[in-house]
């Protein structure tokens, strides 16, 4: 259904409410907690109603006060939003309403509230995370990651922390742990057993001209082009900087363990010549030959070779960082390794292969010597030290092209 769909992040504006309302409390009416909030015995339905009416409360009072964001698309419309409000949106005023809305269940929302309030860090500013949700149908591709990315973004530029409360125990320790948030205090503990998870995220600090999360302008964008899936990760001066949204297939970086560079390697040839006749005609009109800057192992110093001249390529380590994520690594070392980068933005470096298993990428850098290069392993590290340039077992060998097209 979304495979077609350019999806991007973009503010919510007041004509938004409904769609965002919608969104949120399709995901909300069925959480552990919002069950306890209107009792386990409310029919579905009638759970639905009241998270709508709540949640277009709040959005209205986030679209004041705070920030709300959706992930859109060109065709299907809102597939997921945010809500964030700073640490003193003050929300009392919302308490007669959100007792008509609650009727019989007003005792619960109130002590809802009341109990999360006495977890709340006792520091400040903040900004909370109030409320993600996505579409069903858009599990898998990366649209709450993107949501959070985008705030995340902006806040960590401005040096504001976040704090959340997750539902379970499984987002406790996935996405959000991944973004680098961390469980702090104990489990929120509501009557009859439902439990909500602290968690809080220092900023990180982030260069302003580095474009993290992989956003394009603070926007993640997925388009089709000659019927496969890609990210966006740049656009300017009418072209658009495209990867491959997965790892295509399983190559070696040359086709012998020799010293090489990107400039004579058996996969740059081959990417150049069979995979871009994989193409049709139009799609060939559109990709730009591109002068391909080819510079040393940063940390190593291993020769880069010759510039080129590529219409497919493959990242280098510095592209790789300033369009997936840049904690300083590159720039600082790791100190804890002089082998990867291995940072809060290993998950938006990973990739999985065409049946959905996590898959390591090459990019065009040599490693720490000439017949070695550079990739990003499966867990999404780094690894600047390289893998052997005749890998193409399970341990290494994926292709992940990119591409400039005309726009």
Same mark, same amino acid.
């Given at each position: 259904?979304?495979?077609?769909?350019?999806?991007?992040?973009?503010?919510?504006?007041?004509?938004?409410?409904?769609?965002?309302?919608?969104?949120?409390?399709?995901?909300?009416?069925?959480?552990?907690?919002?069950?306890?909030?209107?009792?386990?015995?409310?029919?579905?339905?009638?759970?639905?109603?009241?998270?709508?009416?709540?949640?277009?409360?709040?959005?209205?009072?986030?679209?004041?006060?705070?920030?709300?964001?959706?992930?859109?698309?060109?065709?299907?419309?809102?597939?997921?939003?945010? $809500?964030?409000? !700073?640490?003193?949106?003050?929300?009392? =005023?919302? /308490?007669?309403?959100?007792? &008509?809305? #609650?009727?019989?269940? @007003?005792?619960?929302?109130?002590?809802?509230?009341?109990?999360?309030?006495?977890?709340?860090?006792?520091?400040?500013?903040?900004?909370?995370?109030?409320?993600?949700?996505?579409?069903?149908?858009?599990?898998?591709?990366?649209?709450?990651?993107?949501?959070?990315?985008?705030?995340?973004?902006?806040?960590?530029?401005?040096?504001?922390?976040?704090?959340?409360?997750?539902?379970?125990?499984?987002?406790?320790?996935?996405?959000?742990?991944?973004?680098?948030?961390?469980? $702090?205090?104990? !489990?929120?503990?509501?009557?009859?057993? =439902?439990? /909500?998870?602290?968690?809080? &995220?220092? #900023?990180?600090?982030? @260069?302003?001209?580095?474009?993290?999360?992989?956003?394009?302008?603070?926007?993640?964008?997925?388009?089709?082009?000659?019927?496969?899936?890609?990210?966006?990760?740049?656009?300017?001066?009418?072209?658009?900087?495209?990867?491959?949204?997965?790892?295509?297939?399983?190559?070696?970086?040359?086709?012998?363990?020799?010293?090489?560079?990107?400039?004579?390697?058996?996969?740059?040839?081959?990417?150049?010549?069979?995979?871009?006749?994989?193409?049709?005609?139009?799609?060939?009109?559109?990709?730009?030959?591109?002068?391909?800057?080819?510079?040393?192992?940063?940390?190593?110093?291993?020769?880069?070779?010759?510039?080129?001249?590529?219409?497919?390529?493959?990242?280098?380590?510095?592209?790789?960082?300033?369009?997936?994520?840049?904690?300083?690594?590159?720039?600082?070392?790791?100190?804890?390794?002089?082998?990867?980068?291995?940072?809060?933005?290993?998950?938006?470096?990973?990739?999985?292969?065409?049946?959905?298993?996590?898959?390591?990428?090459?990019?065009?850098?040599?490693?720490?010597?000439?017949?070695?290069?550079?990739?990003?392993?499966?867990?999404?590290?780094?690894?600047?030290?390289?893998?052997?340039?005749?890998?193409?077992?399970?341990?290494?060998?994926?292709?992940?092209?990119?591409?400039?097209?005309?726009?």
């Amino acid at each position: 259904m979304f495979l077609r769909n350019e999806i991007f992040i973009r503010a919510a504006k007041k004509k938004d409410l409904s769609s965002v309302a919608n969104a949120i409390s399709s995901s909300f009416c069925d959480d552990p907690v919002f069950i306890w909030m209107v009792s386990d015995l409310t029919e579905r339905a009638e759970r639905k109603k009241i998270a709508i009416e709540f949640f277009e409360l709040y959005v209205s009072f986030a679209l004041e006060h705070g920030v709300v964001h959706l992930a859109d698309t060109t065709k299907s419309g809102v597939v997921g939003a945010t $809500i964030w409000l !700073p640490h003193d949106a003050d929300d009392a =005023s919302l /308490a007669d309403e959100i007792d &008509r809305i #609650a009727d019989v269940h @007003a005792p619960r929302f109130r002590m809802f509230a009341e109990i999360l309030g006495a977890h709340y860090p006792p520091v400040a500013p903040f900004d909370k995370l109030m409320a993600i949700a996505t579409h069903p149908s858009t599990q898998g591709m990366g649209i709450g990651s993107a949501l959070i990315g985008h705030r995340l973004h902006e806040l960590d530029h401005i040096g504001i922390p976040t704090y959340l409360e997750a539902t379970t125990r499984h987002a406790a320790g996935g996405v959000y742990e991944r973004f680098g948030y961390q469980p $702090i205090g104990e !489990p929120v503990r509501f009557p009859g057993g =439902s439990e /909500a998870f602290p968690m809080w &995220r220092n #900023a990180y600090e982030a @260069a302003s001209s580095v474009n993290i999360y992989g956003l394009d302008g603070g926007e993640m964008r997925l388009m089709q082009f000659a019927n496969r899936n890609w990210r966006i990760l740049d656009k300017h001066d009418g072209r658009m900087l495209l990867i491959l949204d997965k790892v295509i297939e399983k190559k070696p970086y040359h086709s012998e363990y020799t010293p090489v560079t990107w400039a004579n390697c058996s996969l740059r040839q081959y990417l150049n010549d069979s995979f871009f006749d994989t193409f049709d005609s139009e799609s060939k009109d559109k990709i730009i030959e591109t002068e391909i800057s080819n510079a040393n192992n940063p940390w190593f110093g291993i020769n880069g070779g010759a510039d080129t001249m590529d219409r497919i390529f493959l990242l280098s380590i510095e592209e790789t960082v300033r369009y997936f994520g840049d904690s300083r690594q590159l720039r600082n070392k790791n100190r804890n390794t002089k082998y990867f980068i291995n940072d809060n933005f290993n998950y938006v470096r990973k990739a999985v292969d065409s049946v959905g298993t996590a898959a390591c990428w090459w990019l065009r850098t040599p490693g720490n010597t000439p017949s070695f290069a550079a990739n990003v392993a499966s867990d999404g590290r780094i690894v600047v030290s390289g893998d052997f340039v005749n890998r193409s077992s399970c341990m290494g060998g994926g292709i992940r092209p990119a591409l400039w097209l005309k726009v």
